[in-house]
């Protein structure tokens, strides 16, 4: 079957002509790149991906097609979708979908048969960059207009789409649990939480009430009680998408749970958000660290994790208080990957110790909170 003609423009007018492969039409969004070989259905099902055309660097996108268990979420979130190529069959006992018709019926504007090593090449020169994927402006005056679009479209700076993107009302968590010992309660703010993150936290024997992005702490705190043993045992601060400092809400929110003196445990976003709760500053990426690649040394213990990240900002470790200590680095250009408080039991990491998809490395990340909340119990 022959595809419409599509192209992915970027707001500095670099062009990559392709063929459509999702929805017909235009979506607009920041691209970015992922350098994961597998697991293209946790990355579009991530949240943390709300706002963002997505470039996956293997050569091959779809190959074991999609189904219902590998979501980190109810729906696609991707603003659009390109590689190289996106099959139209896949092999695989368990997939139920081509990742083409998946994307179709999520009116996901997706494209392939580009060049997406010149594309990548131009994102790590240029950094990431607002564009659009389209198959209804193509050439002449309808591309220049779609570039004139583009150059007027929200830069990712400033943008609180955590606030967009999760739950909306209260609910608790209903995972199946391992029999046999005492569990414990905690609440997590979603924003933009990716599901196995909370699979994580109940097989390490936690069990999870999930509030909205824009919850009063003096819910989470009152639903805790004046004793920590008669209600949350501590709090998580998830993952998601957009720019930490436009979120001065939860901010201030991550700020009363740390005052609290009780178990806090943040990741990706959440790390970021505990950052400037405690008076550091975050600052934009030139292209991020996406994939399941990236090498995080501790540098507490020295030693080295392959760990799963996605993220656009990060924590300036230059401005965190002196009572915080830098836990992790990022091998590859030396940032901030986890810091902890010396004198609470708050601590936090950049990168996905769920691991969906990626490495395993980083699982006992769960079990160093579940001690925590032991410990506050």
């Given at each position: 079957?022959?595809?419409?003609?599509?192209?992915?423009?970027?707001?500095?007018?670099?062009?990559?002509?392709?063929?459509?492969?999702?929805?017909?039409?235009?979506?607009?969004?920041e691209v970015v790149f992922n350098?994961?070989?597998?697991?293209?259905?946790?990355?579009?099902?991530?949240?943390?991906?709300?706002?963002?055309?997505?470039?996956?660097?293997?050569?091959?996108?779809?190959?074991?097609?999609?189904?219902?268990?590998?979501?980190?979420?109810?729906?696609?979130?991707?603003?659009?979708?390109?590689?190289?190529?996106?099959?139209?069959?896949?092999?695989?006992?368990?997939?139920?979908?081509?990742?083409?018709?998946?994307?179709?019926?999520?009116?996901?504007?997706?494209?392939?048969?580009?060049?997406?090593?010149?594309?990548?090449?131009?994102?790590?020169?240029?950094?990431?960059?607002?564009?659009?994927?389209?198959?209804?402006?193509?050439?002449?005056?309808?591309?220049?207009?779609?570039?004139?679009?583009?150059?007027?479209?929200?830069?990712?700076?400033?943008?609180?789409?955590?606030?967009?993107?999760?739950?909306?009302?209260?609910?608790?968590?209903?995972?199946?649990?391992?029999?046999?010992?005492?569990?414990?309660?905690?609440?997590?703010?979603?924003?933009?939480?990716?599901?196995?993150?909370?699979?994580?936290?109940?097989?390490?024997?936690?069990?999870?009430?999930?509030?909205?992005?824009?919850?009063?702490?003096?819910?989470?705190?009152?639903?805790?009680?004046?004793?920590?043993?008669?209600?949350?045992?501590?709090?998580?601060?998830?993952?998601?998408?957009?720019?930490?400092?436009?979120?001065?809400?939860?901010?201030?929110?991550?700020?009363?749970?740390?005052?609290?003196?009780?178990?806090?445990?943040?990741?990706?976003?959440?790390?970021?958000?505990?950052?400037?709760?405690?008076?550091?500053?975050?600052?934009?990426?030139?292209?991020?660290?996406?994939?399941?690649?990236?090498?995080?040394?501790?540098?507490?213990?020295?030693?080295?994790?392959?760990?799963?990240?996605?993220?656009?900002?990060?924590?300036?470790?230059?401005?965190?208080?002196?009572?915080?200590?830098?836990?992790?680095?990022?091998?590859?250009?030396?940032?901030?990957?986890?810091?902890?408080?010396?004198d609470r039991p708050v601590f936090?990491?950049?990168?996905?110790?769920?691991s969906a998809p990626g490495p395993?490395?980083?699982?006992?990340?769960?079990?160093?909170?579940?001690?925590?909340?032991?410990?506050?119990?």
């Amino acid at each position: 079957m022959t595809r419409a003609a599509a192209v992915l423009a970027l707001e500095d007018g670099r062009i990559f002509p392709g063929r459509s492969a999702g929805a017909e039409g235009t979506s607009f969004g920041e691209v970015v790149f992922n350098t994961a070989l597998s697991g293209y259905q946790e990355t579009l099902t991530d949240p943390s991906y709300a706002g963002q055309i997505v470039v996956m660097t293997a050569s091959h996108v779809g190959n074991y097609g999609l189904n219902a268990e590998d979501v980190e979420s109810s729906r696609i979130h991707v603003a659009g979708f390109a590689a190289r190529s996106f099959p139209p069959r896949f092999s695989n006992a368990r997939g139920t979908v081509a990742i083409g018709d998946a994307l179709a019926a999520a009116n996901v504007v997706a494209i392939d048969e580009l060049d997406t090593r010149a594309l990548v090449r131009h994102l790590r020169t240029r950094g990431a960059m607002r564009g659009a994927v389209s198959s209804a402006a193509t050439e002449g005056a309808a591309l220049a207009r779609l570039l004139d679009e583009i150059r007027t479209q929200p830069t990712m700076a400033g943008a609180a789409l955590a606030l967009t993107v999760g739950t909306r009302v209260r609910f608790d968590a209903d995972l199946p649990v391992s029999t046999g010992g005492l569990r414990y309660r905690i609440a997590a703010i979603d924003f933009g939480m990716k599901t196995n993150i909370l699979r994580r936290l109940s097989a390490h024997g936690i069990d999870t009430t999930v509030f909205p992005a824009d919850v009063n702490p003096g819910e989470l705190l009152r639903l805790g009680g004046a004793n920590p043993a008669e209600g949350f045992d501590g709090f998580f601060l998830s993952n998601g998408p957009g720019d930490p400092a436009a979120l001065p809400g939860p901010v201030s929110t991550v700020a009363a749970l740390v005052e609290s003196g009780r178990p806090v445990f943040g990741i990706c976003l959440g790390q970021q958000l505990l950052g400037l709760a405690v008076g550091a500053k975050t600052f934009k990426l030139k292209f991020g660290h996406r994939g399941a690649n990236h090498p995080v040394k501790n540098v507490l213990t020295g030693h080295v994790a392959i760990t799963s990240q996605n993220h656009g900002f990060t924590v300036d470790p230059d401005t965190l208080p002196a009572n915080a200590v830098v836990t992790h680095t990022n091998l590859n250009d030396g940032t901030c990957e986890g810091f902890r408080l010396g004198d609470r039991p708050v601590f936090a990491v950049q990168y996905h110790p769920e691991s969906a998809p990626g490495p395993h490395d980083s699982d006992a990340l769960f079990d160093e909170y579940a001690a925590l909340v032991r410990a506050a119990r």
